[in-house]
Structures are given as structure tokens and as C-alpha cells.
Nanobody, 123 residues
């Protein structure tokens, strides 16, 4: 059974940083591209960042480019999202997702999803 478990969320002030982690189990992590998505209250879930299965290729939404960094450690079956210069509009539940393909995509058609971790940015 596949499990994706996010951690690292919390409350942070505007301009601060957080590092999210997503630990995967029950799958061959290295053959899955990974993505981070988020859903703010009253809004649809949106793509944030993605990383290829090798970790060489990354892709970001325009709203986080230059502030967030996605990375992965295939020896630990874990994907990370380093979030810097946080803004109030980054407040959302953050989800990681796995897709059995080479490169991450912006669409929602991922194979597995985590339960999410709350990130709240206060001013």
C-alpha cells in the first residue's frame, strides 16, 4: 500500500521560511516524478512545484518561482519543498503527489496523493 506523508507545515510570519518534507513508502520512489500542490480556503487545488524522477529537472508555478525550491533524496524516498520569503497568499494546505513518469507535470493527474500539511503565513 502506497503512503505519502507530508510534514513540516506550521505557522510562520511573512518573510519567513519553512521546509516541507514528504516521505513515500510502498512504491519504487525513483520511478516516480513528484509534485507539490496546494489548496487555499475557497480555492481550487493548484500546482506549486514538480521534480523529475531523477531530480535533474524541476518546474515551478509563476507564483513561487524564485522563492520555493523542490528537491528529492531517492535514498530516503523523500521529496522536499523549501519555502522562503513566504507571503500571506502562500497560506494553504500543501499536498505532495507521485506520478509514474519521467518528468513532473502541472496537471492534477497524479497517481498517489498525501493527506496534506497546513501552512499558515501571518502578517
Amino acid at each position: 500500500q502506497v503512503h505519502l506523508v507530508e510534514s513540516g507545515g506550521g505557522l510562520v510570519q511573512t518573510g519567513g521560511s519553512l521546509r516541507l518534507a514528504c516521505a513515500a513508502s510502498g512504491l519504487t520512489f525513483s520511478v516516480y516524478a513528484m509534485g507539490w500542490f496546494r489548496q487555499a480556503p475557497g480555492k481550487e487545488r493548484e500546482f506549486v512545484a514538480g521534480i523529475s524522477r531523477s531530480g535533474v529537472s524541476t518546474v515551478y508555478s509563476d507564483s513561487v518561482k524564485g522563492r520555493f525550491t523542490i528537491s528529492r533524496d531517492n535514498t530516503k524516498n523523500t521529496v522536499y519543498l523549501q519555502m522562503n520569503s513566504l507571503k500571506s497568499e502562500d497560506t494553504a494546505v500543501y499536498y505532495c503527489a507521485a506520478k509514474r513518469t519521467i518528468s513532473a507535470t502541472r496537471g492534477q493527474n497524479y497517481d498517489y496523493w498525501g493527506q496534506g500539511t497546513q501552512v499558515t503565513v501571518s502578517s
